[in-house]
């Protein structure tokens, strides 16, 4: 959050493609210690994934001077790319692992992020609230003071924390269920063993499906529920 905004959002995507190139390469060692550095990463790069990016775009789409509702088509859109995508990506994984073994999917990440990582570059940089000069001072009591506001904010509003709590526990919910649906499955000794690629392309096409009938779903509960109310 703050970090990415003062190191810049463009530098921050840089360190995210950077990031998951070393993750990848580390997934070819039979060396547990490196697999855990490795897994380490994976955390810092997952929290740089779930806010460099999409503060990067919000910010350039408002210094183009776009209207600002067309944020909610892109993000929508974007969703259901990334669904789509996901979905192709597992297929692909499962191409890769069926010709070059279980590291093939891991080899063809780091071609994919190479190339991101040449998109990202032609990219313009931008900060948060600050103004670029001032993202070069030193800076890091303003940093501590921004915490502690978000903190003492954050408690002192039941609806900020109780929100947070609700993330918290679905985000926990979907980890453990993707730490545990592969060795779960392995462990019904499927025959001709378990095609993990297939099986998430199934899982994402899922969670697409869902994205996509949520919003006419959410709709349709609106207007039967004011019904509802304008009736007593």
Same mark, same amino acid.
Request: hydrophobic share 45%; aromatic share 10%; with cysteine.
């Given at each position: ?7 810049? /959002?463009? /530098? ?20 547990? @210690? ?19 990016? *999409?503060?990067?775009? +919000?910010? *350039? ?14 993000? %929508? ?28 999917? =891991? ?21 948060? *609230? ?11 009591? %303003?940093?501590?003071?921004? =915490? ?5 904010? @954050?408690?002192?509003?039941? /609806?900020?924390? /109780?929100?947070?709590? @609700?993330?918290?526990? %679905?985000?926990?919910?979907?980890? +453990? ?23 998430? %392309? ?5 969670? +697409? ?18 019904? +509802?109310?304008?009736? *007593?």
């Amino acid at each position: 959050g703050s970090a990415v905004d003062k190191f810049g /959002r463009k /530098r921050s995507c840089i360190v995210y493609c950077v990031l998951e190139i070393i993750i990848n390469t580390m997934e070819h060692s039979t060396d547990f @210690t490196i697999l855990i550095m490795g897994r380490i990463l994976g955390g810092i790069s997952t929290n740089l994934l779930f806010s460099a990016f *999409e503060s990067w775009m +919000t910010t *350039e789409h408002r210094n183009k001077g776009f209207p600002e509702e067309w944020l909610t088509r892109t993000y %929508s859109e974007a969703s259901i790319g990334n669904g789509a995508m996901a979905i192709l990506a597992g297929i692909v994984a499962q191409i890769l692992e069926d010709n070059f073994g279980q590291i093939g999917p =891991f080899q063809g990440a780091i071609a994919l992020t190479v190339l991101a990582l040449i998109l990202v570059l032609g990219w313009e940089e931008n900060y948060g *609230e600050r103004k670029e000069e001032e993202h070069d001072s030193a800076s890091a009591s %303003s940093l501590y003071a921004q =915490f502690i506001d978000g903190w003492t904010t @954050t408690f002192n509003d039941s /609806r900020i924390w /109780r929100i947070g709590m @609700t993330q918290a526990l %679905s985000e926990g919910a979907m980890y +453990t269920f993707v730490f545990m649906w592969v060795p779960t499955m392995l462990s019904q000794d499927p025959p001709g063993g378990l095609p993990t690629g297939c099986v998430f %392309s199934s899982l994402m096409m899922a969670i +697409t499906m869902g994205g996509v009938l949520f919003p006419p779903l959410h709709s349709a509960i609106s207007m039967v529920s004011g019904k +509802t109310k304008a009736a *007593e």
